[in-house]
């Protein structure tokens, strides 16, 4: 969110959120509790990265950052999902599986999130440990046996965006788009963050963590442009999704339907076990059918060949019925009614 509000040159201020007043905040003023939040001049509070950043795409005409064109606005959103919620399982992993990452973080975010709780800073950085594998890794489908096909997410993930970013200074040309700030959400606070990711992001993919900083320093003044269409080298990436991403969406749309809190799922030759749901996820493949379902002729079947090369089409209506609750998610981004994976429920 910061990072689309640097490029958009919004000015913003942060704020911490504490624990557990913040949640309790959250919940009273937009029905979910989840960080990051933003408060508008006006008093109004908003949730949720992607829909934020699509209302103030239509509240701020100049410069936007979702291109006009109907292929790359698309391969924008779907960009923008995968990384927001697909590569965040690589990121949470390396953050709180390894103790080097997990210390250093638990003491950071202990540090700066917890102030009033009469219990003693070890205590609470252990829970905080305990917790984020419970519901994020471990707790999450990631097991023993889930470990190293993960970290290979990340690992082609650096080799896909390090060509991208050996040609050009942003996925879609000379200035960011949505792709830049969805990959952004894992890249900035985590893959460049955390330890154990840095240091491999800085000896595999420097390319990679100087766009992370060229991101971080655009402002609208540097002006730049978009290729005309889509650029081949997004292509490995839309391999990865059509073989990993939607076919989770799939797998959880099923668990969803059944009711199942919890599934087992092989992804990509990755045996997932105890996988939370996510009703969230439900809504996210709704959006990305819905948006593809709004395209006009040439693009759509155009959009639909360039799906169909990659994987992508056939998985992204592999399932008949979406299980979505009545009215899910109508609110956003004024008010939430699923948080990402089914902690809340
Ligand atoms: N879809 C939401 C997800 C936000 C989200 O889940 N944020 C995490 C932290 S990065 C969170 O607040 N987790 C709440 C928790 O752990 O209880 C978005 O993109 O804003």
């Known amino acids: 969110m910061e990072n689309y509000f640097r490029v958009r040159g919004v000015p913003y201020t942060q704020e911490t959120m504490y624990f557990p007043e913040s949640v309790k905040q959250n919940i009273a003023n937009l029905g979910v509790a989840q960080m990051p939040t933003v408060q508008l001049g006006d008093g109004r509070w908003m949730t949720d990265t992607t829909a934020m950043i699509q209302w103030f795409e239509t509240q701020i005409p100049e410069h936007r950052i979702i291109p006009d064109d109907p292929a790359q606005r698309f391969l924008c959103l779907l960009l923008e999902d995968y990384a927001d919620e697909w590569l965040w399982r690589p990121a949470m992993h390396y953050r709180w599986y390894y103790p080097k990452g997990a210390y250093l973080l638990s003491r950071h975010l202990v540090d700066e999130l917890v102030r009033n709780l009469p219990a003693p800073k070890a205590l609470l950085r252990w829970n905080l440990r305990r917790r984020q594998r419970g519901g994020y890794t471990a707790g999450d489908g990631v097991g023993p046996e889930a470990v190293a096909?993960?970290?290979?997410?990340?690992?082609?993930?650096?080799?896909?965006?390090?060509?991208?970013?050996?040609?050009?200074?942003?996925?879609?040309?000379?200035?960011?788009?949505?792709?830049?700030?969805?990959?952004?959400?894992?890249?900035?606070?985590?893959?460049?963050?955390?330890?154990?990711?840095?240091?491999?992001?800085?000896?595999?993919?420097?390319?990679?963590?100087?766009?992370?900083?060229?991101?971080?320093?655009?402002?609208?003044?540097?002006?730049?442009?978009?290729?005309?269409?889509?650029?081949?080298?997004?292509?490995?990436?839309?391999?990865?999704?059509?073989?990993?991403?939607?076919?989770?969406?799939?797998?959880?749309?099923?668990?969803?339907?059944?009711?199942?809190?919890?599934?087992?799922?092989?992804?990509?030759?990755?045996?997932?076990?105890?996988?939370?749901?996510?009703?969230?996820?439900?809504?996210?493949?709704?959006?990305?059918?819905?948006?593809?379902?709004?395209?006009?002729?040439?693009?759509?079947?155009?959009?639909?060949?360039?799906?169909?090369?990659?994987?992508?089409?056939?998985?992204?209506?592999?399932?008949?019925?979406?299980?979505?609750?009545?009215?899910?998610?109508?609110?956003?981004?004024?008010?939430?009614?699923?948080?990402?994976?089914?902690?809340?429920?």
């Open 149 to 345: 096909g993960t970290e290979a997410i990340y690992g082609r993930t650096l080799e896909q965006l390090e060509h991208i970013f050996s040609q050009r200074d942003f996925l879609l040309g000379s200035k960011p788009s949505l792709a830049d700030i969805g990959f952004s959400g894992p890249f900035f606070r985590h893959f460049a963050f955390d330890p154990i990711p840095l240091e491999i992001l800085r000896q595999q993919a420097p390319a990679t963590l100087a766009w992370v900083a060229r991101l971080w320093a655009y402002a609208p003044s540097k002006g730049g442009e978009w290729v005309e269409g889509i650029p081949n080298d997004i292509g490995p990436i839309l391999d990865e999704i059509g073989r990993a991403y939607l076919p989770y969406l799939n797998a959880n749309v099923d668990a969803v339907a059944a009711g199942k809190k919890t599934f087992d799922a092989t992804i990509d030759n990755v045996p997932y076990r105890g996988a939370r749901y996510s009703r969230y996820r439900v809504w996210c493949l709704a959006q990305l059918r819905a948006e593809l379902e709004a395209m006009a002729a040439p693009a759509r079947p155009q959009v639909e060949e360039l799906l169909n090369r990659h994987g992508c089409l056939d998985p992204l209506y592999a399932r008949s019925e979406l299980p979505l609750l009545p009215d899910q998610e109508a609110g956003l981004p004024f008010n939430g009614s699923t948080k990402m994976v089914g902690v809340n429920e």
